[in-house]
């Protein structure tokens, strides 16, 4: 049973490059939500999609992130231009459920970003 | 401004022993609430859950206690194996959970031989 895959696992990158990180979630989830990890912040919330809709993007940092999900099966979350201060690691994760905790979040293994 | 903390950056728990892990939060409406457990290279992974309307949880050798009027809720591990050595994360959610869980920094846990 395939869990929740993100790809690449690891992006190195010069500051103002754009960056493109993928994920494909658990079939049949229809929530789908992007976290950031920092050693300061810790796990941040950044933007969540149900049934692909994004729901709410006020954690995303600045206009320089945008995220997508064109189908059930597939989200991009874009850094462009990048900058050093974006260096972390990006999880994706997944739920069966809109409402309810029948089912918590099943994350991916996360990609590791530096910005250079 | 941290709704969910976790005070502790680190704990140390001889083997066989109890590891007690804390957190507190500042958030009334959250109602619902986990705890996650992270390896190194590797996404976290759901390992217990409480909902407000209990006080206690348990699933084998883990126990999660709530105390509602303290904000505060607290992991038990008994007894303490070196498999355990991970970050934990405590977690918190609103309405059902339809808008994500609010994370703490996390506590990494090492079990010592």
């Known amino acids: 049973d395939a869990g929740v895959i993100q790809s690449p696992r690891h992006e190195v990158t010069e500051m103002g490059q754009e960056v493109t990180l993928r994920c494909k979630p658990i079939s049949g989830h229809n929530s789908l939500f992007w976290y950031r990890q920092t050693m300061m912040r810790g796990l941040e919330l950044l933007i969540y999609?149900?049934?692909?809709?994004?729901?709410?993007d006020s954690g995303m940092p600045e206009d320089r992130f945008s995220a997508k999900m064109p189908n059930a099966s597939f989200s991009t979350l874009k850094i462009q231009p990048s900058e050093p201060r974006d260096s972390a690691v990006y999880f994706c994760?997944?739920?069966?459920?809109?409402?309810?905790?029948?089912?918590?979040?099943?994350f991916g293994n996360g990609t590791r970003l530096t910005v250079t | 401004d941290q709704q969910v903390k976790q005070n502790s950056p680190s704990l140390s728990v001889q083997e066989g022993r109890i590891s007690i892990l804390n957190c507190d939060y500042t958030n009334s409406m959250f109602d619902y609430f986990l705890w996650y457990k992270k390896y190194p290279a590797e996404g976290p992974t759901f390992l217990i859950s409480?909902?407000?309307?209990?006080d206690k949880n348990e699933d084998g050798r883990f126990t999660v206690f709530l105390n509602k009027s303290a904000k505060h809720l607290s992991l038990h591990i008994v007894p303490s194996q070196p498999g355990d050595s991970a970050v934990y994360f405590c977690?918190?959610?609103?309405?059902?959970?339809?808008?994500?869980?609010?994370f703490g920094k996390g506590t990494h846990l090492i079990i010592q031989p």
């Open positions: 409480i909902s407000s309307i209990k």
């Open positions: 977690a918190a959610s609103s309405g059902g959970g339809a808008d994500g869980l609010t």
């Open positions: 999609f149900n049934n692909n809709v994004p729901i709410d």
């Open positions: 994760a997944s739920s069966p459920t809109q409402t309810g905790w029948s089912s918590p979040l099943h």
